[in-house]
């Protein structure tokens, strides 16, 4: 009853700031991207990618979250066109933030990419228990129930 009153926070955690900066043109690759937010973020589960015209990751190890700030090294770049950078992670009250934002690179470099950001075109079969088992059998003593109590109810 006493929180009946209290007004419902409705204001969520978002990127106030980006570096590079988004749409900068840039002439030589940043050692770093970073995203800034207006609270402190969880540094769990944190994600950030970087990837290129050519559909690589150039991001290089794993994002930091320090305070209101993520962050993930760069790879030297390569080709010239735009870099877009990724990220999803948790706020200080637990709702996820992602986005994205891109940069241009305007001179080509000569770095390597990293492995391709595509996704695998077919689902792999990790060998896990089946769950449509599980949905049948749930329907069946739902089913049975509703049998069970109709019958009883005459």
Not at 19 to 36: F, G, H, Q, S, Y
Not at 146 to 151: N, S, V
């Amino acid at each position: 009853m006493a929180l009946a009153g209290a007004a419902i926070a409705s204001a969520h955690a978002a990127r106030i700031a980006a570096d590079p900066a988004e749409n900068a043109e840039l002439t030589a690759p940043p050692p770093r991207v970073t995203a800034t937010f207006n609270e402190r973020m969880q540094p769990e589960f944190a994600a950030m990618t970087v990837v290129g015209p050519d559909g690589n990751l150039w991001s290089d190890g794993e994002p930091e979250v320090t305070g209101a700030a993520m962050s993930v090294g760069v790879r030297p770049l390569g080709p010239a066109g735009t870099y877009t950078v990724n990220y999803r992670v948790t706020s200080a009250d637990g709702h996820p933030v992602s986005g994205s934002w891109s940069f241009r690179l305007t001179v080509a470099a000569t770095g390597t990419p990293g492995p391709s950001a595509a996704k695998p075109a077919e689902p792999s079969d990790d060998g896990g228990i089946p769950v449509w088992p599980f949905l049948v059998a749930g329907a069946v003593i739902i089913g049975g129930g509703i049998l069970w109590t109709a019958r009883r109810r005459t």
